[in-house]
């Protein structure tokens, strides 16, 4: 059973850090774009940042550019999402993303829409507040 699962998330201060992890089990992410996606209460799901296959390709949102850093390590299946200068605005249930892909394609070259992925965690709920 393919499946994604998300961590790291919890309650942290204005101007703090948090890393959120994304897990793969059932299958490798090597041939997969990872995507990490936020929802805050009332709103729609907003795509935050996208990372290629090889790693080599990445993509933010505008309001998180400078403050958040998406990285993979295939060797241990993973993907995280490094947090810094967090704002109460970035208070969301964050959500990983996969979709097979193709490394010939530049996936991330834009910041990928919801239904463009096939794969998702159950999310993570991260709060800014003092």
């Known amino acids: 059973q393919l499946q994604l699962v998300e961590s790291g998330g919890g309650l942290v201060q204005p101007g703090g850090s948090l890393r959120l992890s994304c897990a793969a089990s059932?299958?490798?992410?090597?041939?997969?774009?990872i995507g990490w996606f936020r929802q805050a209460p009332g709103k729609e799901r907003e795509g935050v940042s996208c990372?290629?296959?090889?790693?080599?390709?990445?993509n933010y949102a505008d309001s998180v550019k400078g403050r958040f850093t998406i990285t993979r390590d295939n060797a241990n299946n993973t993907v995280d999402l490094q947090m810094s200068s967090l704002k109460p605005e970035d208070t969301a249930v964050y959500y990983c993303?996969?979709?097979?892909?193709?490394?010939?394609?530049?996936?991330?070259?834009?910041?990928?829409?919801?239904?463009?992925?096939?794969?998702w965690g159950q999310g993570t709920q991260v709060t800014v507040s003092s």
């Open positions: 990372i290629n296959t090889s790693g080599r390709s990445t």
């Open positions: 059932g299958f490798t992410l090597d041939y997969y774009a």
């Open positions: 993303a996969a979709v097979r892909s193709s490394p010939l394609i530049s996936f991330c070259r834009t910041l990928r829409r919801a239904y463009e992925y096939e794969y």
